[in-house]
């Protein structure tokens, strides 16, 4: 099944409505009328497969010339689409058609599948939605800074933990997500994480005493040991002297964080506990 790509464009191969719509293909061997394709299109970053098809509602009459005998539409050499509908309220209808199956999926969890018939769309544009919106927020919600002063933690700080240590900055621990597996054996290795016993990325949370997330590290491969991610993370250029981290034993990192003042402490109820390698 093929799907126009242009902005605003709705034809698919297969509506019985677009039974006269002719689809190109990109002009692949020949890159620079690919870019002027892509301009026209006004979609930078715009990287064009062999699937890629526009629709003839984009082309003028001029640039087609027709089989003999089926008729079939075909596109002269070197033609350009130049008809397009790029008005405001279909761009910002646009970011609205790719946000609401965004936070569907997120807030109940339903698939691909059952979205696109939801919406009226292909599984392969609420997926293609999904990473658009997600690496936008992601753009954003990356400049903020959660990591909270001293000061703030200490006033939100619950009491029963205040009378323990005051100086408690940041509880940490760690989780993996579990990915495809790699291709590649070097990336499989290092991605392979023993503790899950599958291919992971692995990451780091922090929260403050009283439970908000104030630390999120990138994601590394799944067989970095929580130490040496601890160190990569780059928590410790933001701790102060005399901070206390804590954490569940699975790290160990009292040396690290002596050597910049600061103190590892564990929860009360594993004080006495072994830890489980
Ligand atoms: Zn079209």
Redesign the pocket.
């Known amino acids: 099944m093929f799907y ?1 790509i ?1 902005y605003g ?1 709705n ?1 698919k191969k297969d509506r019985k409505d677009c039974g006269t ?1 002719s689809f190109f293909g990109f002009p692949l061997k020949n890159l620079s009328l690919v870019k002027t394709w892509v301009k026209m299109l006004r979609r930078d970053n715009f990287q064009a497969t062999p699937y890629s098809k ?2 003839s ?2 082309f003028d009459e001029s640039c087609f010339k027709y089989q003999p005998f089926t008729n079939r539409r075909q596109l002269k050499p070197g033609s350009i689409p130049t008809i397009f509908v790029f008005s405001k309220t279909t761009s910002s209808r646009r970011v609205l058609d790719r946000c609401l199956p965004t936070t569907s999926t997120e807030t109940t969890g339903i698939s691909n599948e059952f979205l696109s018939v939801l919406f009226g769309i292909s599984d392969s544009t609420v997926s293609r939605n999904f990473n658009y919106v997600t690496s936008i927020r992601n753009a954003k919600l990356k400049l903020l800074d959660i990591f909270p002063t001293k000061s703030t933690v200490i006033e939100y700080i619950p009491l029963p933990i205040r009378f323990g240590n005051k100086d408690i900055r940041i509880v940490i621990d760690c989780t993996e997500f579990p990915i495809q597996k790699p291709s590649s054996p070097v990336e499989q290795q290092l991605t392979f994480s023993r503790y899950k016993n599958t291919n992971t990325l692995k990451g780091m949370i922090g929260i403050t005493p009283n439970g908000a997330i104030s630390f999120i590290s990138p994601l590394y491969c799944g067989s970095l040991s929580d130490k040496q991610l601890f160190i990569k993370s780059k928590l410790m250029d933001r701790l102060e002297p005399n901070d206390v981290v804590m954490d569940d034993k699975g790290f160990l990192i009292a040396e690290e964080l002596e050597s910049i003042d600061c103190k590892l402490q564990y929860p009360i109820f594993l004080k006495d506990k072994i830890r489980y390698n």
Do not use: M, S, V
């Open positions: 126009c242009a464009c034809n719509k526009i629709c509602d984009h």
